[in-house]
C-alpha cells in the first residue's frame, strides 16, 4: 500500500474518532440528536466509512470482498440520507434490506454447514424472535409490519453470517472479530431506532442536564448579566435518540476497517511496532487520540454555544461548556456548580 494512502486513512481515522466525539458531546449539550450540525457530521462520517473502503486499495482482502463493502456502504450513506436527513421511513428501511442482504453475502464466504453453524443460527433465531415479539406490534401499529419483518430477516441473517466469520477462515481472526462486533453494533442500533420511531409518545423527564442560557435582558447569575441557567429535559425518547448512532457509527467504522488486513492497519502506526520503548509510544499514542477527542468534543460545544447562546461573553461560554460535563456526569444539579 503506497504511504500517500496509508497517510489518508490515518487522517480519516482520526477525522472519524473526532466526529463521533464531537456529535455525542453536542447531543449530549443540546439533549436533541437531530439538531442540524449534529445531522449534518454523522452524515458525513457514514460517507467517511465509504471513503475508507474506497482508500483501502491493495490493502483489501480481495477484489470481491472489496467490492461489495464498498457497495453495502454506499448503499448505506443513500439509506441515511433517506432515513436520517429526509425522515423518509419506508425508502431508508427498504435500503437499509439492501445493506444487510450485501454484508451477509460478503461474510457468507467460506460456508458450509457444521455444528457451529447450527450454534449460531438457534441463537440468532432466538434473539429474535424474542425482540420482534415486543416490537412486532409496535411496527404494525405504524403500518409497518411486513417491511419491518423482512429487516429483522436480513439483519439476523447478516448477524449470523458474520458470527461464522470466527470459524470460516476467510478472514483473519483480527478482521473477523470487527465484523462480529460491528454486526452486533448494529442489531442494538437498529432496536433503539425501533423504539424511538414506534414507542408511543411519552414526555415523562426521565432526569434534567442544565446550560446557561442569555435573554439579554435578566441578570440572575452573579457577575454574568442576562444570563440563566436553562433545563434540558431528558425523556425516553430522547434517550434513545441520542443512543442510536453512540452504536450506529461504530458499526459502520469497523465495518470500513474489516477493508485493510490487520497487517495494513499496523503499519499505519509504524512508530509503534514493537521493541525499544514499544508500551511507553502505545500509552503516548493513546492518550494523545483520547485528548484530541476531548478537545474537539470541548470546542464543538463551545462553538455551538456561541451560535445559540446569543452574546456570550468567552468565560459565559466555557462555564456553559464546562457546566453541562459536570452536571451530567455527577449527582449535583447545574445550580450546584455555578
Known sequence: MFPIRLTIVFILVLFQLSIYSSFVALDLYSGEWRTNYSLGIKFVSIIICWLLSIVAGSAQHDRRDALLLRLALLLSVVADYLLC???LLVPGIAFFVAVQLVYAYRHSR???WRPLE???LLFVFVVSVIIFSFVGPLLARAGIFWLGLI???SLSLSVWMAIGTLWRGHYPMATALKIMIALFL??????FVTLYYFLPPDETTVFVTQVLASDGTTANLPNEPGQHLVDISWTIKSILGAIIWRFYLPAQFLLALSAFHPSTLLSI??????GEGYVRRLSI???LIVILMLFVAFLTVYFYSGNWLNDFSMSARLRSVTLIFLSAGSGYSGDEWV
Open 269 to 274: 502506526f509504524k512508530f509503534l511496532q514493537k
Open 110 to 112: 467460506g460456508f458450509k
Open 285 to 287: 499514542a493513546t492518550i
Open 118 to 120: 447450527g450454534v449460531a
Open 85 to 87: 436527513l429526509l425522515e
Open 151 to 153: 429487516y429483522v430477516i
Open 186 to 191: 448494529f442489531f442494538i442500533s437498529d432496536l
